[in-house]
């Protein structure tokens, strides 16, 4: 059953804490993304990669680092450095084919 | 200006009418034009993809490209209450190594 996996579903972070998100992809596409949403708005651009080893910064990269070791996985480390990191983070992958940026299921961090 | 726009809304359509998105953006370099629809609390899903100026129809879902405006909409005909949700406008931007921007939604509301 080809998808993407993000976990955990929720997540709470402590003040000054680092925490990771997941994201898993079966679907054996190149590109992956991840975006942030704040209640009420759009999705917002944190990093992408077009192929593993290799990411760009996209609109809100600061306080958020990633890594692209494998085909399959990218994920997102959220730092101390990001000052208001609640919200919910989305996780894509993308079809050139299709065209078509497959979501997973989401990821809703607090800070408590 | 923004890369994506997208009138926030809401949008208030009764029930049987059709209802008409729009979406505009900047980056005369984009190749791939999306629409989203999200449900309060859950992932976005595809409901169009469309690369060609001009038209492209499935079953009550209409996207319209025009690219020399800068200029992507959608049309839901026989708008029904599940069509309530936000939808999302998307664009790749090739120029950016195949960065895919989001609006900020619009709020879309059937009344029966």
């Known amino acids: 059953d080809g998808g993407i996996t993000q976990s955990p579903k929720y997540l709470f972070r402590k003040e000054g804490q680092n925490v990771t998100l997941s994201c898993e992809q079966n679907l054996n596409h190149d590109a992956m993304y991840w975006y942030r949403q704040d209640p009420g708005q759009g999705l917002r651009l944190i990093y992408y990669?077009?192929?593993?080893?290799?990411?760009q910064k996209g609109d809100i990269a600061e306080g958020y680092s990633v890594s692209r070791e494998k085909k399959e996985s990218f994920p997102l480390t959220v730092t101390s450095a990001q000052k208001n990191p609640t919200a919910f983070y989305l996780c894509?992958?993308?079809?050139?084919?299709?065209?078509?940026?497959?979501f997973g299921q989401g990821t809703r961090l607090t800070v408590v | 200006q923004k890369e994506v726009e997208q009138n926030s809304g809401p949008l208030s359509v009764p029930e049987g009418a059709i209802a008409s998105l729009n979406c505009t953006y900047s980056?005369?370099?984009?190749?791939?034009f999306f629409w989203y629809r999200q449900y309060s609390g859950k992932s976005p899903e595809l409901i169009m993809s469309i690369y060609s100026n001009g038209d492209k129809e499935d079953g009550r879902f209409t996207a319209q490209l025009n690219k020399a405006s800068q200029y992507v909409s959608l049309l839901i005909r026989d708008s029904q209450p599940s069509d309530s949700a936000t939808y999302l406008c998307a664009v790749e931007q090739r120029s950016s190594a195949s960065k895919i921007i989001f609006g900020s939604g619009t709020r879309l509301s059937i009344r029966p």
């Open positions: 894509a992958s993308y079809d050139r084919v299709g065209p078509e940026a497959f």
């Open positions: 980056d005369r370099g984009s190749q791939s």
């Open positions: 990669s077009q192929i593993v080893n290799d990411f």
